[in-house]
């Protein structure tokens, strides 16, 4: 058996010029602002009353000097409409995420736009009346909020049918917005509003249990505890979210009644599934493609930079032909129901193409079986059992390709094991790009620049399976029953891994880690700050196989097509 020491950070080339560059971007993102230009119009702090009589305060962007009824573009959040990049003595200070989350790649936005929200002026330039919207509590808004909530639904529903009332709009609505501007779309299309027509999720869970607080069952506590620090910094809040997901540690009603129906929406969608975001939205965004009810439902896939990503050019185009489709109601060209993208590495994408569902129907699922020194396998092996410390080290296996191989879609790991002397143990796994016995980069969440393929975790305690929610290839967790395991005791768990598109060349090694902590340091400087999942306690973990009860990872081979 291979082991990797996880008590130091990785020693990969290159690292020294990593933390360089992290350290630029940090002291100065890559970020270009422009100022508003006299062609657009701003009207501020507008109010939309409620039914409760609270007043939500918007700002509206327009094209200067029109009286056209305009599509309307809402975007809704908690964190401020009007915090906005400001001029300081001729330099521009930006929101202090740019500087938390690493900016690999540069991006231009107006002087308008604030934290993951379109940027207004581009869009009123292009035909669009677009609203920055606080949410209640947030901002100039009145009221308390409550995030993930009805209410908040139900406000934003509010506010779709006061804009698709006004002389300045045609009564034809979209939503738009990063992270929890794409996320806050789901419950209110899940309301069909009549003049809400589209909505763009572009990156956002549909599950805060299961896609970020909890995943896996295994509490996050980076990036969850800046996030709910900052939300309940920036917004006036009924509920204490971090006081509630320590009451609540199992997927309860509580989480439930969070979680959007998917099923309810019918909408036009067009969600953006990243897979370089798999630490925080990626499955979710995947989860909406899949489980939305809508007719025109679209995805478009990408790994690279997520702030970057979405403020260019290219992404934006799809947007916009996109919502001229369904809120101008102008004839465009079809979208593809999924542009997929897949990356030989971090910065090199070797096809984009058409395709209809997810996973790939022509996918060749194929299993790689674990066995004695580190081999990942066709063909089942000999009984056997690798043993490693879970809280030093990680047990690798490897299988390198006789040809070139493209992997697009989720991957699961079987694993037969027991643990001695851990209480409550976590599994982490990762699947590992090699080239020349070096690991291949990939773009991954917070702008981390050194992320692997793919990666899964799970708290074996609650590795009980979902029948109704799992699909083939596809396994679910209740996440609702305790099964402690007990010192010795030998389980089967399924651990699904997050989706990916990647080419693997001839001679290329995939190899498969498993731990018992994240895979990755989190040193700010090289590691993947701030991510930080709790993990396992002492011990010792054994994976075993035998003919007829493998180990096994299973991976989505794309039969390539042939010239």
């Known amino acids: 058996m291979k082991r990797i020491g996880l008590d130091k950070p990785w020693k990969r080339p290159g690292r020294a010029g990593y933390a360089r560059n992290r350290t630029k971007a940090f002291l100065r993102p890559p970020i270009t602002v422009y100022e508003m230009p006299s062609d657009v119009r701003k009207d501020e702090d507008l109010s939309a009353r409620m039914r409760d009589g609270v007043t939500l305060r918007l700002n509206l962007y327009r094209p200067a000097g029109t009286d056209e009824p305009l599509p309307v573009l809402l975007s809704a959040h908690p964190y401020g409409k009007d915090a906005i990049p400001t001029k300081k003595r001729g330099r521009w200070s930006l929101n202090p995420q740019f500087r938390i989350m690493n900016q690999p790649a540069p991006l231009r936005i107006s002087d308008q736009t604030s934290w993951e929200a379109p940027d207004p002026v581009w869009w009123a330039q292009h035909g669009y009346a677009v609203i920055n919207l606080d949410t209640r509590g947030g901002g100039h808004s009145e009221g308390r909020g409550n995030l993930f909530s009805d209410q908040e639904a139900d406000d934003i529903a509010e506010v779709i049918a006061w804009a698709g009332e006004q002389p300045w709009s045609n009564g034809r609505v979209g939503m738009l917005g990063v992270s929890y501007l794409a996320l806050s779309q789901y419950k209110v299309a899940a309301l ?11 990156e956002g869970f549909t599950d805060a249990y299961r896609d970020f607080f909890t995943s896996g069952g295994v509490v996050e506590n980076g990036f969850a505890r800046i996030w709910l620090f900052l939300s309940s910094r920036v917004a006036r809040l009924d509920t204490n979210l971090a006081a509630e997901r320590r009451r609540h540690p199992l997927r309860d009603e509580w989480w439930e009644a969070i979680t959007p129906d998917l099923s309810r929406i019918t909408v036009p969608i067009l969600v953006c599934t990243s897979f ?35 403020y260019d050019d290219p992404a934006r185009e799809q947007q916009r032909a996109f919502f001229d489709l369904h809120l101008r109601e102008k004839p465009a060209a079809q979208l593809p129901r999924l542009r997929l993208e897949i990356r030989d590495r971090r910065d090199l994408v070797v096809e984009v193409r058409d395709e209809q569902e997810w996973p790939i129907a022509r996918t060749r699922w194929r299993d790689l079986y674990l066995g004695a020194d580190g081999a990942l396998s066709e063909t089942e092996p000999l009984a056997g059992a690798v043993t490693f410390d879970l809280k030093h080290n990680a047990a690798a296996f490897d299988y390198r390709f006789s040809e070139d191989t493209e992997l697009s879609g989720p991957m699961t790991l079987r694993l037969r094991m027991r643990t001695t002397g851990a209480k409550d143990p976590r599994i982490f796994v990762g699947v590992e790009k090699r080239c020349h016995d070096t690991p291949v980069p990939f773009e991954g969440s917070y702008g981390y620049g050194r992320d692997i393929v793919a990666q899964g975790r799970l708290r074996l305690a609650l590795r009980e399976l979902d029948a109704g929610l799992s699909r083939p290839h596809q396994p679910e967790h209740t996440f609702r029953t305790l099964q402690p395991i007990r010192d010795a005791e030998e389980v089967e768990v399924l651990i699904a891994l997050s989706p990916s598109a990647t080419l693997f060349h001839a001679g290329e090694i995939l190899r498969l880690m498993v731990a018992g902590r994240y895979l990755q340091p989190r040193n700010p400087l090289f590691g993947h700050f701030p991510t930080h999942y709790e993990p396992s306690r002492p011990g010792k973990a054994t994976i075993v196989w035998a003919p007829g009860a493998p180990s096994s990872l299973e991976i989505p081979v794309i039969p390539r097509t042939m010239a």
């Open 276 to 310: 370089s975001d798999t630490n925080l939205h990626s499955v979710g965004s995947m989860r909406a493609f899949q489980q939305v009810a809508s007719v025109h439902r679209h995805a478009s896939t990408h790994r690279g930079p997520k702030w970057a990503t979405f």
């Open 192 to 202: 069909n509003p009549p003049a809400l027509k589209a909505i763009c999720p572009w």
